[in-house]
Protein backbone atom coordinates (compact mmCIF):
# COMPACT_ATOMS: atom_id res chain seq x y z
CA UNK A 1 0.00 0.00 0.00
CA UNK A 2 1.76 3.18 -1.05
CA UNK A 3 0.06 6.65 0.12
CA UNK A 4 0.39 10.47 -0.91
CA UNK A 5 0.36 12.79 1.27
CA UNK A 6 0.27 16.42 -0.31
CA UNK A 7 0.81 18.87 2.22
CA UNK A 8 0.03 22.57 2.48
CA UNK A 9 1.21 25.01 5.42
CA UNK A 10 -1.97 27.04 5.81
CA UNK A 11 -4.03 24.34 7.41
CA UNK A 12 -1.43 23.63 9.93
CA UNK A 13 -1.41 23.29 13.57
CA UNK A 14 -0.96 26.75 14.86
CA UNK A 15 -1.23 28.68 11.12
CA UNK A 16 -3.42 31.69 11.38
CA UNK A 17 -1.67 34.49 9.74
CA UNK A 18 0.23 35.28 6.56
CA UNK A 19 4.00 35.82 8.64
CA UNK A 20 3.30 32.36 9.97
CA UNK A 21 3.30 30.64 6.16
CA UNK A 22 6.10 32.72 4.35
CA UNK A 23 9.49 31.85 4.15
CA UNK A 24 12.42 33.67 5.69
CA UNK A 25 9.88 34.92 8.54
CA UNK A 26 10.68 33.94 12.53
CA UNK A 27 6.94 32.76 12.66
CA UNK A 28 7.38 30.88 9.02
CA UNK A 29 10.69 29.08 10.97
CA UNK A 30 8.54 28.77 14.09
CA UNK A 31 5.51 27.30 12.02
CA UNK A 32 7.40 24.99 10.13
CA UNK A 33 8.00 22.23 13.43
CA UNK A 34 4.03 22.06 13.51
CA UNK A 35 3.72 21.78 10.17
CA UNK A 36 6.18 19.08 9.78
CA UNK A 37 4.13 17.23 13.14
CA UNK A 38 1.12 17.59 11.20
CA UNK A 39 2.50 15.56 8.40
CA UNK A 40 4.72 12.97 10.27
CA UNK A 41 1.27 12.09 12.13
CA UNK A 42 -0.23 11.49 8.93
CA UNK A 43 2.60 9.55 7.59
CA UNK A 44 2.66 7.49 11.47
CA UNK A 45 -0.54 6.73 11.18
CA UNK A 46 -0.44 5.54 7.66
CA UNK A 47 1.83 2.95 8.55
CA UNK A 48 -0.02 2.14 11.88
CA UNK A 49 -2.88 1.05 9.10
CA UNK A 50 -0.09 -1.13 7.17
CA UNK A 51 0.87 1.08 4.74
CA UNK A 52 4.22 0.33 3.07
CA UNK A 53 5.44 3.25 1.56
CA UNK A 54 4.42 6.97 1.88
CA UNK A 55 5.46 9.79 -0.39
CA UNK A 56 5.29 13.49 0.80
CA UNK A 57 4.70 16.00 -1.56
CA UNK A 58 5.61 19.56 -0.78
CA UNK A 59 3.07 21.76 -1.79
CA UNK A 60 3.29 25.16 0.21
CA UNK A 61 5.24 27.84 -1.55
CA UNK A 62 8.50 27.50 -2.16
CA UNK A 63 8.02 23.44 -1.52
CA UNK A 64 10.80 23.24 0.49
CA UNK A 65 9.15 23.83 4.07
CA UNK A 66 8.89 20.62 6.22
CA UNK A 67 11.76 19.85 8.08
CA UNK A 68 13.04 16.12 6.55
CA UNK A 69 15.25 15.06 9.65
CA UNK A 70 12.37 15.41 12.35
CA UNK A 71 10.61 13.36 9.77
CA UNK A 72 10.05 9.26 10.31
CA UNK A 73 12.83 7.15 8.84
CA UNK A 74 10.02 5.23 6.30
CA UNK A 75 9.28 8.40 4.98
CA UNK A 76 10.19 9.66 1.51
CA UNK A 77 10.10 13.44 0.70
CA UNK A 78 9.69 15.07 -2.67
CA UNK A 79 10.51 18.56 -1.80
CA UNK A 80 11.09 21.34 -4.38
CA UNK A 81 9.08 23.06 -7.01
CA UNK A 82 8.86 22.91 -11.16
CA UNK A 83 6.58 19.68 -11.22
CA UNK A 84 4.11 18.38 -13.51
CA UNK A 85 1.07 18.35 -10.99
CA UNK A 86 2.74 21.02 -8.56
CA UNK A 87 0.72 20.09 -5.39
CA UNK A 88 -0.43 16.04 -6.27
CA UNK A 89 3.14 15.39 -7.88
CA UNK A 90 3.43 11.49 -8.30
CA UNK A 91 -0.14 10.47 -8.69
CA UNK A 92 0.14 9.95 -12.32
CA UNK A 93 2.39 7.10 -11.86
CA UNK A 94 -0.28 4.02 -11.33
CA UNK A 95 1.33 3.35 -7.84
CA UNK A 96 -0.49 5.10 -5.68
CA UNK A 97 -3.02 3.48 -3.62
CA UNK A 98 -4.46 6.88 -1.77
CA UNK A 99 -3.94 10.58 -1.17
CA UNK A 100 -4.15 12.27 1.65
CA UNK A 101 -4.43 16.04 2.10
CA UNK A 102 -2.69 17.66 4.87
CA UNK A 103 -2.54 21.32 5.49
CA UNK A 104 -5.31 21.91 3.36
CA UNK A 105 -7.66 25.39 3.66
CA UNK A 106 -10.97 26.57 1.65
CA UNK A 107 -10.55 28.47 -1.26
CA UNK A 108 -10.36 32.21 -2.61
CA UNK A 109 -13.33 34.04 -1.51
CA UNK A 110 -14.68 32.15 1.19
CA UNK A 111 -14.38 32.23 5.10
CA UNK A 112 -11.38 30.01 6.46
CA UNK A 113 -8.27 30.76 7.88
CA UNK A 114 -5.80 32.41 5.07
CA UNK A 115 -8.55 31.46 2.08
CA UNK A 116 -7.41 31.25 -1.24
CA UNK A 117 -6.75 29.37 -4.23
CA UNK A 118 -3.24 29.03 -5.50
CA UNK A 119 -2.17 33.03 -5.37
CA UNK A 120 -2.74 34.87 -2.13
CA UNK A 121 -4.88 37.24 -2.84
CA UNK A 122 -5.08 37.99 -6.81
CA UNK A 123 -6.99 35.31 -7.11
CA UNK A 124 -10.82 36.20 -5.61
CA UNK A 125 -12.74 33.54 -6.87
CA UNK A 126 -12.37 29.97 -8.83
CA UNK A 127 -15.04 28.04 -10.79
CA UNK A 128 -15.06 24.50 -11.88
CA UNK A 129 -18.23 23.47 -14.03
CA UNK A 130 -20.09 26.23 -12.12
CA UNK A 131 -18.76 25.18 -8.18
CA UNK A 132 -16.72 27.54 -6.34
CA UNK A 133 -13.43 25.39 -6.15
CA UNK A 134 -10.73 25.36 -3.45
CA UNK A 135 -7.27 23.72 -3.78
CA UNK A 136 -8.68 20.59 -2.85
CA UNK A 137 -11.95 20.26 -5.05
CA UNK A 138 -9.15 21.19 -8.09
CA UNK A 139 -6.81 18.45 -6.70
CA UNK A 140 -9.66 15.99 -5.97
CA UNK A 141 -10.78 16.06 -9.51
CA UNK A 142 -6.96 15.40 -10.38
CA UNK A 143 -6.95 12.06 -8.19
CA UNK A 144 -10.13 11.12 -9.38
CA UNK A 145 -8.67 10.75 -13.13
CA UNK A 146 -6.17 8.69 -12.00
CA UNK A 147 -8.30 6.02 -9.56
CA UNK A 148 -6.92 7.73 -6.35
CA UNK A 149 -9.20 7.97 -3.64
CA UNK A 150 -8.82 11.06 -0.94
CA UNK A 151 -8.72 9.23 2.41
CA UNK A 152 -7.96 11.82 4.81
CA UNK A 153 -7.92 15.39 4.73
CA UNK A 154 -6.98 18.04 7.74
CA UNK A 155 -6.63 22.02 7.98
CA UNK A 156 -9.83 24.41 9.90
CA UNK A 157 -13.00 23.42 10.68
CA UNK A 158 -14.50 24.90 7.14
CA UNK A 159 -11.95 22.95 4.86
CA UNK A 160 -13.47 20.11 7.03
CA UNK A 161 -16.87 20.94 5.86
CA UNK A 162 -15.48 21.77 2.01
CA UNK A 163 -14.37 18.12 2.01
CA UNK A 164 -17.45 16.88 2.55
CA UNK A 165 -18.24 18.33 -0.85
CA UNK A 166 -15.20 16.31 -2.75
CA UNK A 167 -14.49 13.73 -0.38
CA UNK A 168 -17.52 12.64 1.28
CA UNK A 169 -15.75 9.22 2.60
CA UNK A 170 -12.64 10.74 3.49
CA UNK A 171 -11.23 10.91 7.36
CA UNK A 172 -11.38 14.97 8.68
CA UNK A 173 -9.63 16.78 11.11
CA UNK A 174 -9.78 20.01 11.93
CA UNK A 175 -6.92 21.37 14.18
CA UNK A 176 -8.09 24.66 14.61
CA UNK A 177 -11.70 26.40 14.53
CA UNK A 178 -12.17 29.49 11.91
CA UNK A 179 -12.52 32.79 13.72
CA UNK A 180 -11.68 35.03 10.44
CA UNK A 181 -9.28 34.83 7.91
CA UNK A 182 -6.31 35.65 10.22
CA UNK A 183 -7.73 34.16 13.30
CA UNK A 184 -8.33 30.61 15.07
CA UNK A 185 -9.02 28.45 17.78
CA UNK A 186 -5.87 26.60 17.33
CA UNK A 187 -5.22 22.85 19.37
CA UNK A 188 -2.20 22.03 20.44
CA UNK A 189 0.49 20.45 18.38
CA UNK A 190 0.67 17.04 21.36
CA UNK A 191 -3.08 17.11 20.79
CA UNK A 192 -3.52 17.53 16.56
CA UNK A 193 -1.19 14.95 16.40
CA UNK A 194 -2.48 12.21 17.96
CA UNK A 195 -5.96 13.05 16.06
CA UNK A 196 -4.22 12.79 13.28
CA UNK A 197 -2.34 9.77 13.63
CA UNK A 198 -5.78 8.09 14.31
CA UNK A 199 -7.47 9.72 11.71
CA UNK A 200 -4.60 8.30 9.29
CA UNK A 201 -4.53 5.13 10.84
CA UNK A 202 -8.33 4.55 9.82
CA UNK A 203 -8.36 6.32 6.86
CA UNK A 204 -6.41 3.27 5.47
CA UNK A 205 -9.44 1.00 5.32
CA UNK A 206 -10.25 3.24 2.14
CA UNK A 207 -7.12 3.12 0.53
CA UNK A 208 -7.27 0.95 -2.96
CA UNK A 209 -6.99 2.12 -6.87
CA UNK A 210 -10.73 2.92 -7.91
CA UNK A 211 -11.87 2.84 -11.70
CA UNK A 212 -10.41 6.13 -13.13
CA UNK A 213 -13.22 9.07 -13.51
CA UNK A 214 -13.09 10.16 -16.82
CA UNK A 215 -15.53 11.79 -20.06
CA UNK A 216 -16.53 15.60 -19.78
CA UNK A 217 -14.93 18.56 -19.96
CA UNK A 218 -13.83 21.02 -16.97
CA UNK A 219 -14.42 24.32 -17.21
CA UNK A 220 -12.30 26.75 -15.17
CA UNK A 221 -13.22 29.87 -14.31
CA UNK A 222 -11.11 32.47 -12.51
CA UNK A 223 -11.54 36.13 -11.33
CA UNK A 224 -8.94 38.37 -10.59
CA UNK A 225 -9.12 41.53 -8.23
CA UNK A 226 -7.58 43.57 -11.06
CA UNK A 227 -8.74 44.01 -14.79
CA UNK A 228 -5.00 44.01 -16.01
CA UNK A 229 -4.65 39.98 -14.23
CA UNK A 230 -7.67 39.17 -16.28
CA UNK A 231 -6.16 40.28 -19.63
CA UNK A 232 -2.39 38.68 -18.68
CA UNK A 233 -3.95 35.30 -18.66
CA UNK A 234 -5.35 35.39 -21.68
CA UNK A 235 -2.10 34.67 -22.95
CA UNK A 236 -2.63 31.35 -22.43
CA UNK A 237 -3.53 29.56 -25.13
CA UNK A 238 -7.30 28.67 -24.59
CA UNK A 239 -7.74 30.95 -21.74
CA UNK A 240 -10.80 33.61 -23.01
CA UNK A 241 -12.20 36.46 -20.77
CA UNK A 242 -15.82 35.72 -19.42
CA UNK A 243 -16.33 38.80 -17.57
CA UNK A 244 -15.47 41.60 -15.95
CA UNK A 245 -12.28 40.50 -14.51
CA UNK A 246 -12.80 36.92 -14.97
CA UNK A 247 -11.47 34.26 -17.58
CA UNK A 248 -12.38 30.76 -18.56
CA UNK A 249 -10.84 27.91 -20.60
CA UNK A 250 -11.84 24.34 -21.11
CA UNK A 251 -10.08 20.98 -20.52
CA UNK A 252 -10.89 17.46 -21.71
CA UNK A 253 -9.03 16.51 -18.50
CA UNK A 254 -7.99 17.53 -15.34
CA UNK A 255 -4.52 16.69 -15.82
CA UNK A 256 -4.85 19.23 -19.05
CA UNK A 257 -7.01 21.67 -16.90
CA UNK A 258 -4.52 22.12 -13.93
CA UNK A 259 -1.42 22.55 -15.68
CA UNK A 260 -3.44 25.15 -17.56
CA UNK A 261 -4.69 26.17 -14.35
CA UNK A 262 -0.89 26.26 -13.02
CA UNK A 263 0.05 28.70 -16.27
CA UNK A 264 -2.48 30.95 -15.73
CA UNK A 265 -1.13 31.27 -12.39
CA UNK A 266 2.03 32.34 -12.93
CA UNK A 267 1.57 34.42 -15.92
CA UNK A 268 -0.79 36.64 -13.36
CA UNK A 269 2.03 36.46 -10.87
CA UNK A 270 4.77 37.74 -13.01
CA UNK A 271 2.08 40.61 -13.80
CA UNK A 272 1.06 41.85 -10.18
CA UNK A 273 2.73 45.06 -9.75
CA UNK A 274 4.23 46.23 -5.91
CA UNK A 275 1.34 47.98 -4.03
CA UNK A 276 -1.50 48.20 -6.50
CA UNK A 277 -1.47 44.13 -7.36
Known amino acids: MKILISADMEGATGVTWPADVLPGTPQWERCRSMFTSDVNAAALGFYDGGADEVLVNEAHWSMRNLLLEHMDERVRMLTGKHKSLSMVEGIQHGDVDAVAFVGYHTGAGTEGVLAHTYLANSITGVWLNGVRASEGLLNAHVAAEYGVPV??????????????????????????????????????????????????????????????VTGGEFTVELEFDAEHLAAAATVVPGVAPSGERRVAYTSATMYEGIRTFKAVTTIVSAAVEEQYG
Request: charged share 30%; hydrophobic share 40%.
Open 151 to 212: VLVTGDDLTCVDADGYAPDARKVAVKDYVSRYAAVCRTPARTAADIRAAARSATVLAGRRDP
